[in-house]
């Protein structure tokens, strides 16, 4: 997508929908054709990002449905000032209380996401900065920002344990690190290399489950047990008080 002027492409930016910004550049969404612009912000600087476009999109071929990579590069006047990528109608994790969030969905969204990471292990793509990068949306899950993959050869396990340990800190920090503590299988299990995200959950929720006598299907159930904690990992981006 080309813009013959900074003018020109501003007029246009002017008509989407601002998303946000990040480290990396803004985001806008044109809610006609579910796309979003992301801008570096070395344009809003009026420097020179530096990317090509075989960069940009050296991994759009790989398909698959969690991994959300650039489709097309956006220029102004013949350089490279971003890029655009499906919309997905989903919520930053970070941005989700645990407690309302359906355990069946999630752990569904987890296991297609697994896949995908298999995908991305046999095309040798290593992953980065994956945190506060997860998407939600009831049993759907998608990465974002995928600007600084590497190729590399790692492992499945390697590239898998990203995810899994956001799924961890999702369910845990703030929460239930104390319930976590005390129980000597969830200990050893939380945050571990190689101790898969699904398997947690299954033994987090039957120890939840055992401490109130039913099955729960979301953290609600159990919120006595919540412990609030000064000194957590995952930064949320809602406060926890009124839960």
Not at 8 to 31: E, M, V
Not at 149 to 157: C, D, I
Not at 214 to 236: F, G, P
């Amino acid at each position: 997508m080309e813009f013959v002027s900074r003018e020109h492409f501003d007029t246009y930016l002017r008509g989407l929908k601002y998303l946000g910004q990040g480290s990396q550049g803004a985001c806008y969404l044109n809610t006609k054709n579910n796309t979003v612009y992301k801008v570096f912000n070395d344009y809003f600087d009026e420097e020179e990002a530096g990317y090509t476009e075989d960069f940009l999109l050296r991994f759009s071929d790989i398909k698959n449905s969690t991994f959300i990579w650039p489709n097309n590069v956006i220029k102004v006047a013949g350089t490279i000032v971003g890029y655009t990528m499906p919309y997905k109608r989903a919520k930053n994790l970070c941005n989700i209380n645990p407690l309302l969030v359906n355990l069946d969905k999630l752990e569904e969204a987890t296991i297609k996401a697994e896949k995908d990471v298999k995908t991305l292990t046999d095309n040798e793509v290593r992953l980065y900065d994956v945190r506060y990068n997860i998407l939600y949306n009831n049993g759907k899950m998608y990465v974002i920002d995928t600007l600084e993959y590497g190729n590399r050869k790692v492992s499945y396990e390697e590239i898998r344990m990203t995810i899994d340990d956001e799924l961890m800190l999702f369910l845990v920090d703030n929460y239930f690190e104390e319930f976590v503590k005390n129980d000597k299988l969830l200990n050893a299990m939380y945050r571990e290399f190689e101790v898969r995200g699904v398997d947690f959950l299954k033994v987090f929720r039957n120890k939840l489950s055992e401490c109130v006598g039913k099955d729960i299907t979301k953290l609600n159930e159990v919120k006595h047990l919540v412990r609030k904690n000064n000194s957590h990992i995952y930064q949320r981006g809602f406060d926890i008080e009124g839960i």
